[in-house]
């Protein structure tokens, strides 16, 4: 396992971002997102499944995700989520806005920078 | 289902659970972990399985309470920023809710529900007429009653009764009880059973069989000590020794609820089988599904047959059938549903005022519910919140309402002990709901206008504008439920002001006679000690005459009425040696009285003499009325008056005496006969005029009764003031309540007046301070306040008249010297409004302009 520094904490309200951009990629189940969150930032973040699956049920809750049971790739049943026409409405305002916001920290930063 | 559902969730949540974590296990073996240590590794990852369980149950099972506790939370933020508002709101929806409950439970309980009996929609009063006959209701012979019940087809039972008074012989003094005599078949027309021992057998109903009663769960109580084994016990009526068979249950109060015994009329008996001697009241019981159109109309097949068979006596009878339930509610019907409507024009006045000075605070709020637009809240979530704080202020409300409504119910019985079905009125299951609604209508009409308009402001409006330099916001919504507050007030009013006319008006009228210092009461006789006229006419005189021999006594009569509150009972009569006679059917009220009579009750005598004892002829005294309208005023002296009834005898007329209401104070007086006889029946009306209080010789005309007749007792003793106004009482009830309500609306819509106009004051001082650095008088600010308060006044008002004039329609009959449509009441009406409504914004409008212009560019 690697060193605990390397890693870098969710910030809070990303999550629900990070978990709408993965399951807009298509179907998929919670292991699934942990792992895939993990390798696309290059395991530099790490999702708790103490807050990916309440994160997960409370989007589904919300409307935003649906999710089925279905049959995994060992063969074995497991809940798949997809992105509810809601969801995606809500996922593209929350990228806009993460993008904006994003964008704004980093032009601050690099004008101190200078 | 729901724990099905629950049990299912859990199961799923644990399925995902256990997938994630056999993928961990999996992807840890396939990296070069034994199966022990992937699980373990993978069981330190997962961070406590237990408590990611239990948070995803939060996340499903909270949501809603949740939602609930924030709303909750918001709710007690209102009453914390504002509690005055908050309690005033509580408070008037309490006395608002609670006067409509206490009403509503009343309406439910004698007008709503069924009769306490089985299937007691079933059950109908007959009313037969004979057209031979004046009186409107014809009571029924034995034998007919009989006939009807058997040649019908549309009735299960057909049953009667008739009451008379009978004397208790038990206890050491006498004791006056009342007796229904009832036809076969009593019990088993209202399909009740005796709580304790039994009805009556055949053999008990037949002549000179057994002798039985059945008694009054109230008798049973006062008389025989609740006897848990009374059946089977003797009592003594009169001569006889009857045997308690049955003792009825608690709540069994019909025909009459002063009935104590119930005794079989036997059928076959020899004075039962004339058919002309009439007797009882008829009660049937319907069979399923029949209406009483064809109940009525069956009767009227058998009536036909029935005067085919008996031409003599039955020939012109008529039957109205009519469900119990109106007959025995009949009177207070239209009363109640005025008061009800009454209570609710007051709680919809409340209402009102509450949705004004919450439209006030929403726009108060205008800058946090911005906020909380801005944040992302939809509107309908916004909605929701400000109509879950309004509530649980009504909640609160209604809790308390309902208190008082209960309490109420206590109230309205001492208020009102008339009031039909009275013991049925109470704090119930249908009261608690009827609360409850009203509590979610009442919630939705204070509060959905305020929420819907406060957040209909804001989606135009933005952040930044909030609270700064807007001279809009005229309050047109404001001014608008000004409006329909004082139409409501305006209705209520009118309804008043003309019950407090009628009022007026009769205690000022001369009703012909004195009723103050008079005493009335009974003493016990039947017809079954004698049916000797003359013998009982002497026992009767006698009487009297011991009685006026009382000190302080000054006067005393019998009468068969009493004066001032007996019904209608006109007649038919003959004129024999009338000068002229211009009118062909001389029909006039008849009352049979006593020597004594005009003396005690002051009616003076215009002509000839009064009504004097022991005279071998008949006599008669006529009133002004009838000698003026029949008998050409002066020659009536003379004259001979034959009766309708075969059995009397032709009366000379004495004299002429003053018109009296004996009617009613209501009614104006009628062309009356006074038939000289003091024993109309067994048991007359007993009236002294004493000196002092007539309450204060009740023990002493005991006393003498006792002495004069020791086997008889003295019952319903009275002053005649109180029977006047027990009749009266309804009126009085309807007028004081209405009163109090138009009285309440009236302070209600003054203070929303009020407060609507501070509240503008306050939201324009901006604008009103520039106007003022700019010039303007103060005056012109003033005026112009009031005169938007008195046009939303005359608004209301005008609309007000015509619920006004809309609900005088119904009270038309209780009007008394007034027209429905009474312009000085009308008038007067809009006068008050208008002067109150000119001050409730003058005070306020004064306090608006009163602002320091340079503070307010200080502001600026």
Known sequence: MTAKSDKTDLLQGTLDLLILKIVALGPVHGYGISQRIQQISSEVLQVQQGSLYPALHRLEKRGWLKADWGESDNGRQAKFYKLSALGRRQFAAEEASWLRLSQAVSLILQTGRS | ?860
């Open chain 2, 1 to 860: 289902m729901r724990a099905f559902w629950k049990r299912n969730n859990a199961d799923d949540l644990d399925r995902e659970m256990q997938f994630h974590l056999d993928s961990v296990i999996a992807a840890n073996i396939a990296a070069g972990m034994s199966p022990a240590q992937a699980r373990r590794r993978a069981l330190i990852d997962f961070g406590g399985r237990e408590q990611v369980t239990q948070q995803l149950r939060e996340v499903h099972a909270h949501a809603w309470l949740e939602r609930l506790l924030f709303h909750l939370r918001s709710a007690l933020r209102f009453v914390r920023h504002s509690p005055s508002l908050a309690f005033a709101i509580v408070a008037t929806l309490a006395l608002g809710i609670g006067a409509n409950s206490a009403v509503f439970s009343a309406v439910d309980a004698i007008l709503l529900r069924p009769l306490p009996f089985p299937h007691g929609d079933q059950l109908v009063r007959i009313r037969q007429h004979d057209e031979k006959f004046q009186t409107p209701e014809s009571f029924v012979s034995t034998q007919r009653l009989e006939d009807l019940n058997h040649l019908n087809s549309t009735f299960q039972s057909i049953t009667g009764y008739y009451t008379g008074d009978a004397t208790l012989t038990d206890a050491g003094t006498p004791e006056k009880a009342s007796i229904a005599f009832v036809a076969p078949r009593f019990l088993q027309t209202w399909d009740i059973h005796p709580s304790l021992g039994r009805d009556f057998t055949p053999q008990e109903q037949v002549f000179r069989g057994p002798s039985a009663v059945l008694v009054t769960n109230r008798f049973w109580r006062t008389h025989m000590d609740a006897d848990p084994q009374a059946a089977g016990r003797l009592i003594h009526v009169g001569r006889s020794a009857n045997v308690v068979v049955g003792i009825l249950p608690a709540g069994f109060l019909f025909p009459d609820p002063e009935v104590d015994l119930f005794e079989p009329n036997p059928v076959d008996a020899p004075y039962t089988q004339d058919r002309k001697s009439t007797c009882f009241a008829v009660i049937g019981r319907l069979k399923a599904g029949v209406s009483t159109q064809q109940a009525q109309a069956d009767l009227a097949r058998v009536e036909t047959d029935l005067a085919r068979q008996y031409p003599a006596t039955d020939a012109s009878f008529s039957s109205q059938v009519q469900p119990l339930k109106s007959v025995v509610t009949g009177g207070v019907q239209g009363s109640l549903w005025l008061l009800y409507g009454a209570v609710t024009v007051l709680l919809l006045i409340a209402c009102t005022n509450i949705a004004a000075l919450l439209m006030a605070r929403t726009t108060e709020r205008e800058h946090e519910i911005s906020i909380r637009f801005a944040l992302g809240a939809s509107r309908s979530a916004i909605v929701v919140q400000l109509l879950t704080e309004v509530l649980v202020l009504a909640c609160l409300g209604s809790t308390l309402g309902l208190l008082l409504a209960s309490a109420a119910g206590k109230f309205l019985a001492w208020l009102a002990k008339d009031l039909p079905r009275l013991a049925e009125v109470g704090l119930d299951t249908h009261l608690v709901a009827y609360t409850a609604v009203c509590n979610l209508a009442v919630t939705l009409l204070c509060g959905l206008a305020p929420a819907m308009l406060g957040t209909r402001r804001t989606l135009a409006g933005s952040l930044a504008s909030a609270g700064r330099s807007q001279v809009s916001s005229r309050g047109s919504a404001q001014w608008a439920l000004v409006g329909v507050q004082i139409s409501l007030a305006v209705a209520l009013l009118i309804a008043s002001g003309l019950l407090l006319r009628t009022f007026r008006n009769l205690s000022r009228v001369d009703p012909g006679f004195q009723s103050a210092h008079v005493l009335t009461f009974h003493i016990s006789g039947t017809w079954a000690e004698t049916d000797d006229m003359g013998l009982l006419g002497r026992r009767i005189d006698q009487t009297l005459d011991g009685l006026r021999s009382l000190p302080g006594v000054q006067a005393a009569a019998t009468s068969g009425s009493i004066p001032g509150n007996s019904t209608a009972f006109p007649s038919e009569l003959k004129v024999l040696g009338a000068p002229k006679s211009s009118v062909d059917r001389v029909t006039a009220d008849l009352h049979y009285v006593s020597a004594g009579y005009f003396a005690t009750m002051n009616i003076p005598v215009l002509l000839g003499e009064a009504c004097r004892a022991g005279l071998p002829y008949s006599t008669a005294v006529v009133n002004h009325s009838f000698a003026d309208l029949y008998l050409g005023g002066v020659s009536a002296l003379g004259v001979h008056l034959k009766p309708p009834a075969d059995f009397m005898d032709a009366a000379q007329v004495c004299g002429i005496v003053g018109d009296a209401r004996e009617q009613g104070i209501d009614q104006p007086a009628q062309p009356t006969v006074y038939w000289c006889f003091s024993a109309p029946n067994p048991d007359p009306y007993y009236l002294l005029r004493v000196s002092g209080d007539p309450t204060s010789m009740a023990e002493a005309v005991r006393r003498k009764v006792h002495q004069l007749e020791p086997t008889r007792s003295v019952f319903g003793v009275l002053p005649l003031d109180a029977h006047l106004s027990d009749r009266a009482a309804e009126t009085t009830l309807l007028t004081t309540l209405l009163t109090a309500f138009a009285a309440t609306a009236v302070a209600l819509v003054s203070i929303g007046l009020y407060g609507t106009v501070s509240y503008l004051g306050r939201r324009r001082r901006r604008e009103i301070g520039l106007r003022l650095a700019m010039g303007a008088q103060p005056r012109g600010i003033v005026s112009g306040f009031v005169l938007q308060g008195l046009r939303a006044t005359a608004l209301g008002a005008v609309v007000g008249l015509c619920f006004g004039a809309a609900v005088s329609r119904s009270l038309h009959s209780r009007l008394y010297g007034v027209s429905q449509l009474d312009a000085a009441t009308y008038a007067s009406v809009l006068l008050f409004t208008f002067t109150l409504a000119g001050l409730a914004a003058l005070l306020p409008a004064i306090r608006a302009s009163r602002v320091n212009p340079v503070d307010i560019l200080r502001q600026e």
